[in-house]
């Protein structure tokens, strides 16, 4: 269900602990105590096959607006692009509508830069963004860096592209220069025994040691 679900579970009373990889919304942060795991990024990634390295943000909006179709048109092979978006409620979603200014075309207003294209494959899952572009030379899609990291370790035939020139790297997330960074964090009412031993252990050097591992940057709350 995403991120929303996470917040959403926690504030109806049927979860103690929510996941939501964004920054909160004010009525979550007005409701909910949190507390922040760690960053993350998005990134495009396409078909370990194309020659592609890089694509601007103007690129991307062209792309997932539906006016550019082919890869010839930003430098690539003459392959139809095939784009790959999120559901609604997800929070990849929300931060690529806020990179690009499109909007999901089952929201109820236009972004700054109008709508993805209707045309775009509509997934929920990292993995089948991932299965996606690794099973179908000219896709591309958006998702977690971390997840973009364990599947080139697993093999995935799948690339990850920079962004504006930017190559994505602890380096550039944490000196702010990649464009699309995001907030991991942990939700709750209030923090009881059991959410206590939690976040313990998240803390603990080898919480952070699980957390790096994932290919994300733990939280200065937990060093």
């Not at 929201?107 to 209707?118: A, F, H, K, L, V």
Request: with cysteine.
């Amino acid at each position: 269900g995403g991120s929303s679900a996470g917040s959403r579970n926690v504030q109806e009373g049927s979860s103690q602990v929510g996941m939501v990889s964004r920054a909160l919304y004010p009525d979550e942060e007005a409701s909910l105590e949190s507390f922040h795991l760690g960053m993350d990024a998005l990134v495009l990634v396409v078909n370990a096959s194309k020659s592609m390295e890089n694509l601007t943000r103007n690129q991307v909006i062209n792309i997932f607006a539906g006016d550019i179709r082919n890869w010839q048109e930003v430098g690539g092979p003459d392959l139809p692009i095939i784009p790959v978006t999120k559901e609604v409620g997800r929070s990849t979603l929300d931060l690529f509508e806020e990179y690009s200014g499109l909007h999901s075309p089952h929201r109820p207003d236009r972004g700054p830069q109008g709508r993805i294209t209707e045309g775009a494959y509509e997934i929920s899952s990292n993995l089948e963004c991932l299965t996606i572009v690794g099973g179908i030379p000219g896709a591309v899609g958006y998702i977690s860096y971390g997840a973009a990291l364990n599947a080139l370790e697993m093999g995935m035939p799948v690339k990850i592209l920079s962004l504006d020139g930017v190559i994505i790297s602890q380096e550039t997330l944490l000196q702010g220069q990649y464009p699309i960074i995001r907030d991991l964090n942990l939700v709750f009412h209030e923090i009881t025994p059991e959410i206590a031993l939690l976040l313990e252990m998240i803390t603990s050097s080898t919480g952070i040691q699980a957390i790096e591992e994932q290919g994300f940057i733990p939280s200065k709350e937990g060093a």
